[in-house]
């Protein structure tokens, strides 16, 4: 793992998790064989905020590894097989997904902190984690209001909150416990600014006030978990201020539990984000690691896209 | 249909998932020994033996095999029925 030499909590967390799962040292060589020093500076702090995190839990990192362990080898795994049998998502609906997944406490805990790890350590998930870092935050202008909606494990809050640019923070999730959970996060990381989560259905959001709108809006992940993506987009698009900036992350042939709606290629998601009214300013597309973007879309294989969109008077 | 032809048609198989024409396969070749072969890679593997085969794997069925000679057996085994 030669690779990791100079960044102290990439290299605590791989050890943890090939001690956990030796046989993923092959995927994790792959993963991390070609990526930049920025990249790998971003993962540092990733890693750094995870094992701070996992401190304040109990089972800790090892627990943290094992449940990721688990959660690949036995679901993630299980998804992909079958996409690649029938060429869709498993799930059809977000009730399914709901009923299923979403009211299980312990599928719940072992799928965050799965993400939580992928977001360091597949290559797809590292560059836009990258992007946003160290592309999409730096750019926000001073005294930016800042939302995510669904954020999840708490990590891009986290480092939004870090931002000097960023002045006030909010966050929307549809269910409690993962409103919950963001706030654990937030609190055992030590975040000193304002967070301010609800529980809010996108659905039932309307319009803001006027005056009320966002700076800056980020949607990591989510639209894809929808049954109407176009809708939901729609709607966060209405709580955007002109000219602001949003951060809009989806994934192309991606077969998680509850993925509902697949994508299956970038352009089809770059014509959703136009047709919500946002003008995109720069995209990215991010094979899996260690896979070109023409092989992953020919082998019909995760590809991550990154977009950095704004709302025209 | 004997091994040595399923063992044919699986090394078919594994260089067109496995993207190396001049792959050669043996029972002793492993996920270790081709660069490609990962779980990822794994699940195509397994799909595309259940296409050409006409067999469908149990889930334990899928991650058993330790090496090509297994899947192989397994894939005899399962034609018998």
């Known amino acids: 793992m030669s690779e990791m030499a100079g960044y102290p909590h990439i290299h605590t967390v791989v050890t943890e998790v090939l001690r956990a799962w030796p046989a993923h040292e092959k995927y994790i060589e792959r993963s991390f064989a070609s990526r930049t020093d920025r990249v790998m500076r971003a993962c540092d702090e990733l890693c750094a905020a995870i094992i701070r995190m996992a401190d304040t839990v109990e089972g800790g990192l090892p627990l943290i590894c094992e449940d990721y362990k688990y959660f690949s080898e036995n679901v993630v795994l299980m998804e992909q097989l079958y996409f690649q049998r029938h060429g869709e998502y498993s799930t059809k609906s977000f009730e399914e997904a709901n009923s299923k997944y979403y009211s299980n406490a312990l599928f719940m805990r072992r799928y965050v902190n799965c993400l939580a790890l992928s977001t360091a350590l597949w290559e797809n998930h590292a560059n836009v984690f990258d992007a946003y870092l160290n592309e999409y935050l730096p750019g926000l202008e001073p005294g930016t209001r800042l939302m995510e909606i669904g954020p999840a494990h708490g990590f891009a809050l986290y480092f939004a909150a870090a931002c000097e640019p960023v002045t006030a923070l909010t966050g929307w999730d549809v269910s409690p416990t993962a409103i919950d959970h963001t706030r654990q996060v937030l609190n055992a990381l030590g975040v000193k600014k304002h967070v301010n989560l609800k529980v809010q259905d996108l659905f039932e959001a309307g319009s803001p006030p006027p005056g009320e709108e966002f700076d800056a809006i980020v949607i990591g992940e989510v639209l894809e978990h929808l049954e109407d993506p176009r809708r939901a987009l729609k709607s966060v698009a209405a709580w955007l201020r002109p000219n602001g900036r949003m951060w809009i992350t989806t994934p192309v042939n991606s077969p998680f539990p509850d993925h509902i709606y697949l994508f299956h290629n970038i352009e089809e998601i770059l014509d959703l984000v136009r047709e919500c009214g946002l003008e995109i300013i720069k995209h990215e597309a991010y094979p899996m690691s260690g896979m070109t973007l023409e092989k992953a879309m020919k082998r019909k294989q995760p590809v991550s896209c990154a977009i950095t969109a704004t709302k025209l008077n | ?81």
């Open chain 2, 1 to 81: 249909m004997d091994r040595s032809e399923i063992l044919s048609k699986i090394t078919e198989l594994m260089r067109d998932v496995f993207d190396e024409d001049d792959l050669v396969v043996t029972d002793e070749t492993e996920a270790e020994d081709v660069a490609d072969w990962d779980s990822a890679n794994h699940v195509r593997l397994i799909v595309a033996i259940e296409e050409v085969f006409k067999i469908q794997f149990t889930t334990d069925e899928i991650t058993a095999p330790e090496n090509t000679g297994q899947l192989v057996d397994l894939v005899a085994s399962k034609l018998k029925g």
